[in-house]
Structure formats: structure tokens, C-alpha cells
């Protein structure tokens, strides 16, 4: 069983910044595609942002663009999400996830292996 194990979550101000890390197996983290992933009770778990790790690209969901920056740290088998401008919408526990390297990279939760057990980042108004 492969283990994830996030970081970084806690309570912040909106318009405030957070970073999450989350830090995954040698033989997890080469190769993979990584993601992180939120949930609020009573919802499903939704796409935040993954990054291939093959050539590095980046996908956001609308909601985060232009706001939250995805990163890998290869040498220290690293995965983080530096969250700026928050908002209380931002409000959930944050996953991370790994997914054998693939083409075409997911965004849907069913198509990751291995899970994190979250962060609670709470956004205060």
C-alpha cells in the first residue's frame, strides 16, 4: 500500500495564502501524476489541480486558476499546492492523489490509485 501523507493544511484569513505539501513514496512519486483533490461534507470529492510527470504540465479547475499553482519537487519526492487569495469557498479537506503516468492526464477522482488522508483548510470571511 502506497502512503501519501499531506501537510500544511489549518485556518486562514480569506485573501490570505497557504501552501500544502504532501510527500509520497520514491517509487510512487516517479512516474506518476499527481493531483490534489477537495471535498466539503456531503459532497463529492472534486478536481483541483494535477500535474503530468510527463514534461510537467498543469491543469486547474476554473475555480482555482489564476490562484492556486501546483509543483513537484522531484528530488525530495514532493508534491505541493501554494493556495493564494483564498476564499471561504476554498473551505475542505484537500487530498492528494497519485495515478501511473498516462496520456490523456486525469482530472476525475476514480482514475487515481493511491490516496492521501487530507488536510482541512479552513477559510475564514
Known amino acids: 500500500q502506497v502512503q501519501l501523507v499531506e501537510s500544511g493544511g489549518g485556518l486562514v484569513q480569506a485573501g490570505g495564502s497557504l501552501r500544502l505539501s504532501c510527500v509520497a513514496p520514491?517509487?510512487?512519486?516517479?512516474?506518476?501524476?499527481m493531483g490534489w483533490f477537495r471535498q466539503t461534507p456531503g459532497k463529492e470529492r472534486e478536481f483541483v489541480a494535477v500535474?503530468?510527470?510527463?514534461?510537467?504540465?498543469?491543469y486547474y479547475a476554473d475555480s482555482v486558476k489564476g490562484r492556486f499553482t501546483i509543483s513537484r519537487d522531484d528530488a525530495k519526492n514532493t508534491l505541493y499546492l501554494q493556495m493564494n487569495s483564498v476564499k471561504p469557498e476554498d473551505t475542505a479537506a484537500y487530498y492528494c492523489?497519485?495515478?501511473?503516468?498516462?496520456?490523456?492526464?486525469?482530472?476525475?477522482?476514480?482514475?487515481?490509485?493511491?490516496w492521501g488522508q487530507g488536510t482541512q483548510v479552513t477559510v475564514s470571511s
Open positions: 520514491e517509487r510512487t512519486f516517479s512516474r506518476y501524476d
Open positions: 492523489a497519485a495515478r501511473r503516468a498516462r496520456v490523456p492526464v486525469a482530472t476525475t477522482p476514480h482514475d487515481y490509485d493511491y
Open positions: 500535474i503530468a510527470w510527463l514534461g510537467g504540465s498543469t
